[in-house]
Structure formats: structure tokens, C-alpha cells
């Protein structure tokens, strides 16, 4: 079968001699018999060590190379960070001269929420952030699923999101602890300073804003945003890139860096360009200015498409009154449901010197929208899609549906345009 995972950045680098590592979680249904069984290895992988089904920190098989190695729930011997940690020390101190991939993905701060037992205390001080937009209430402003349950979450529930919040922290203290002893056998081995590393997660999260719970599926800038952290040779050290980016730049900018040409029909802008920049870093290291492009707009002008296809079900346990159609609904949170068949939407981000702004197009019965300025309005309080000029409405609409339908090329043409 000629199947995307031919075509992943891992195996375009495999193909061109490098030694490829995966371990922890790969996709929801991956290890189940439908989509292949544990036995299925992807394209491209040497060493691979594949999370069966979601996120779990206990309690969970992995593909071993094809083969079901089963955990349990021995805090030191099982817990996923740390089983991920092993394989990959095991993995870089078996390494030669030949150049390497290593991708790490541990469940942390995904749902359970569950720490090491050595971090089950730290934070116990700290609350989610009660920003402008936590536990407000919404009205017709906002799409109707956030209109839905009670407004705003009674104590006992924000208690719990407070809860999750310091668990997901707590969570992330073991990653901590991997990446530094990443960095240090890298380091050991005198590789550290020919290797990229690259942190970043694959969705932001919502605490309590707009009186929703928790989870990561709606438009709003905690929802989308995620941290982009990049070291590596010929990089400026502690410094700030203002270049909007998004998830799918990742593969071309690996096939950038290591000098493999960036196939056609692969989505996504390479970042080496911008994380290069040298006439920047000339003017950084002149000035020490703190923000990487600030001298080039061209740097700070993008459009990227964000969308998200609404889920539904047909049973709430524990919320039996609610209707068909919604999912994630959850009895300890108010039965606030997350998600919806008709949460379907697809939106604009726009920033640029002079414009960051985000235009959203529901696919339900109403075809809902809303528009924001964020830089009047960074906590997205405001709706102002009524406010939009008939041209500016339109020219939104035509450049949404043509970022919806375009691949590889096309689609970082258009992200050029901002209007």
C-alpha cells in the first residue's frame, strides 16, 4: 500500500541514511486489530515503541518492534515517561557516527493527569489561571455549544479544574527531568552540538474559559497555541522568533535541516529560513535585541488555516439527560459537554506587523462565525464578525475555503496573504 506513512518526514530521513527512534504515543487507534495490531511497525522507523491506543501512564501495552510488551503499575518500572526515557538512553548510547531521528512523545500533561508519586504533592499552591476570560458567561456571541449548561462553574467545579491544572504541571516534572538527561548523555557523547532539538506539544488546553471545564477543542488562542522551543547549531542563543507557525511546518523544516529536498505534496512552510535568519542574528548580536525578525516583516506575515472536525455520541454516563449529538460531557464537571457533531469549524489566523486577527466559520445549520482583534482584544471577549465590511467578509471566506482546499506549494502561497 502506497499509505501517508510512506510519506512521513521519518521516512524520507531514514531513506537518506539516518537512524530513526519513535517511542510513546502515535495515534488513538494504533495497536488496535482494525488498524493493523501491535505487529504493524510504520515506514521508516529502526527502533519503535508504539503506545497502543491514547494516552495512558499505567496500565498499557507497547510495540516493541512489532512485538506486545505489556505494563502494569510499578511507579518505577512502568510508569510511560520513564519507560520512554530507558529506550531512548538505550537508543542514543548504541549510536556510532551515523546520524540520528529521535522522537519522544510521553503522555504528559494528557488526560489522566496521573504524576510520578515523587511529584503527586509539588504545586499544591497553584490554581489555573484566572484570566480575563475564566468563568465568564457567554451569550449568542459565541457558538451555541459554549452557550450550553451552567454559567458560570460553581465552586466545586472550578475546584476540580484547579485540580487538573496542577496535576498536568506535576505530569510534565518527569518530562523535565527526561529532557535534561537527553540533553546531558547528547552532550556525553559529543553529539550535542550537531543536533537539533526541538520541544513542542500537538494542541493548547482551556481551563475554565468561558465557563468551559477543560479540553482542546475549541478555536480560542488556549486551545491553539502551543510551545515551539528550538536548539541547535548556527541558531542565536535565547532568543524570541515572532514568525507565525504552525504543527505542519515540523516535517519540512526536518527535511530542511538535513538537506533532503521537501517533496510537493507535503503541507506545511519550512522554518530554517526564519530560525537562521543570519542577517537577523548579525543585528542581534550588534544590538541584542531580544526578538528574532523584528527587522524583516516578511518574517511576521502569515495565514494559517485552524480547524477541527466536531465529534458526538449517543450515551452520557452520569449526564442521561442530555440530547444526542454532543461528547465529553463529564458528571464531574457540571456535565459541561466539550465537543459536538456540529463543532465543525474552520478558521483564519492572521498576523502580521499590523494585524493579528482570527475569523471563524462554523459548518452547522447556521453557519456561525465570529472574528476577533486580538489586538484590541487578546482574550477573544468580543465578537465582531458583524462588524466586518461586505468586501472584507468576503475576501475572508474566498481565502478560508481556498486554504481548506490546497496542498502542498499552494498552501504557503496563500498563507502569504493577509488581509
Not at 536548539?231 to 526536518?254: K, M, V
Not at 449529538?325 to 478558521?347: H, I, M, R
Request: net charge neutral.
Amino acid at each position: 500500500m502506497d499509505g501517508p506513512e510512506k510519506k512521513t518526514f521519518a521516512a524520507h530521513l531514514h531513506y537518506a541514511g539516518y537512524r530513526t527512534f519513535y517511542a510513546g504515543k502515535y495515534l488513538n487507534q494504533y495497536g488496535h486489530k482494525a488498524a493493523g495490531g501491535l505487529s504493524h511497525v510504520p515506514p521508516g522507523w529502526d527502533w519503535w515503541f508504539g503506545l497502543q491506543g491514547n494516552s495512558k501512564y499505567y496500565n498499557y501495552a507497547l510495540s516493541v518492534n512489532g512485538s506486545k510488551e505489556t505494563h502494569g503499575s510499578h511507579p518505577v518500572h512502568d510508569y510511560l515517561t520513564n519507560v520512554i526515557w530507558r529506550y531512548a538512553l538505550d537508543f542514543m548510547t548504541q549510536l556510532s557516527t551515523q546520524p540520528f531521528l529521535m522522537v519522544l512523545a510521553p503522555p504528559a500533561p494528557h488526560a489522566p493527569f496521573s504524576p510520578e508519586p515523587k511529584y503527586a504533592t509539588n504545586f499544591s499552591s497553584l490554581r489555573a489561571p484566572r484570566t480575563p476570560n475564566f468563568n465568564v458567561k457567554v451569550g449568542k456571541e459565541k457558538h451555541w455549544l459554549l452557550q450550553q449548561g451552567v454559567q458560570p462553574l460553581p465552586e466545586e467545579v472550578v475546584a476540580r479544574v484547579d485540580n487538573v491544572f496542577r496535576a498536568r504541571l506535576r505530569t510534565l516534572l518527569t518530562v523535565d527531568d527526561m529532557v535534561k538527561d537527553v540533553v546531558k548523555t547528547l552532550e556525553g557523547l559529543n553529539r550535542l552540538d550537531n543536533t537539533f532539538i526541538i520541544f513542542t506539544s500537538d494542541n493548547g488546553y482551556h481551563l475554565g474559559q468561558f465557563s468551559q471545564p477543560l479540553d482542546k477543542r475549541e478555536p480560542y488562542e488556549t486551545d491553539v497555541r502551543v510551545p515551539l522551543l528550538v536548539r541547535g547549531p548556527g541558531l542565536p542563543q535565547g532568543h524570541f522568533l515572532s514568525y507565525p507557525t504552525t504543527n505542519i511546518d515540523l516535517a519540512p523544516t526536518l527535511l530542511d535541516l538535513a538537506g533532503l529536498p521537501i517533496p510537493k505534496y507535503m503541507d506545511g512552510t519550512s522554518l530554517k529560513s526564519a530560525i537562521t535568519y543570519s542577517k537577523t542574528n548579525d543585528y542581534l548580536a550588534r544590538n541584542e535585541v531580544t526578538e528574532v525578525g523584528r527587522q524583516d516583516p516578511k518574517l511576521l506575515r502569515r495565514t494559517v488555516l485552524v480547524e477541527h472536525s466536531g465529534e458526538g455520541a449517543v450515551n452520557h454516563p452520569g449526564c442521561e439527560n442530555l440530547s444526542l449529538g454532543v461528547s465529553g460531557c463529564n458528571p464531574n464537571f457540571a456535565c459541561k459537554c466539550e465537543d459536538s457533531w456540529n463543532n465543525t469549524y474552520a478558521c483564519l489566523r492572521q498576523i502580521s506587523p499590523h494585524v493579528d486577527h482570527l475569523f471563524c466559520h462554523w459548518a452547522d445549520d447556521e453557519g456561525f462565525e465570529e472574528a476577533y482583534d486580538l489586538s484590541r482584544d487578546p482574550w477573544q471577549l468580543n465578537n465582531t464578525v458583524t462588524l466586518l465590511s461586505p468586501s472584507l467578509h468576503k475576501k475572508l471566506h474566498n481565502l478560508l475555503r481556498n486554504l481548506q482546499r490546497c496542498r502542498g506549494p499552494r498552501c504557503s502561497d496563500l498563507a502569504g496573504f493577509v488581509v
